[in-house]
């Protein structure tokens, strides 16, 4: 019976995975980068083989990226990211709704003047 990963575990291969795509970095390249097979990479990103600190240090340096990096949850960062883009469209939203109870307040008051205008000439 094999050891299902931990979580962080999960966290970590899943952002060396992440991070080796979004620069467009072959698992062949980042196992020379970094002193391993690439066998070693790909088992190690299906969860077969969970890497050793030491390991996760010349990853992180292969990839460019601090090792906190690998341990941060991407997820939460994502929707972090999430939760402050829909404050900021609520106060934009909220701003909008000033401006638009502002313009048909006064546009209201240059009707009511120009209809009395109107009214008097009749």
Same mark, same amino acid.
Request: no cysteine.
């Given at each position: 019976?094999?050891? !299902? $990963?931990?979580?962080? #575990?999960?966290? &970590? &291969? %899943? ?10 970095i072959s698992q062949l390249r980042l196992s020379i980068f970094c002193g391993t097979s690439a066998s070693?990479?790909?088992?190690? #990103?299906?969860? *077969?083989?969970? $890497? ?12 460019? &990226?601090?090792?906190? %990096? ?5 997820? #939460?960062? %994502?929707?972090?990211?999430? &939760? ?9 939203? !909220?701003?909008? #709704? ?11 008051? *240059? ?12």
């Open positions: 019976m094999e050891n !299902e $990963p931990s979580k962080l #575990e999960k966290t &970590v &291969v %899943d952002n060396i995975r992440r991070i080796r795509q979004e620069k467009g070693y990479i790909g088992l190690m #990103e299906t969860y *077969k083989n969970i $890497p050793k600190l030491s390991t996760i240090e010349r990853i992180a340096e292969a990839l460019n &990226v601090s090792v906190i %990096d690998l341990f941060n949850n991407y997820e #939460e960062k %994502d929707s972090n990211k999430k &939760v402050a883009q829909s404050k900021d469209d609520k106060k934009e939203a !909220e701003r909008k #709704e000033k401006i638009r109870a502002r313009l048909k307040k006064e546009t209201l008051a *240059k009707i009511g003047d120009n209809l009395d205008a109107i009214l008097q000439m009749i």
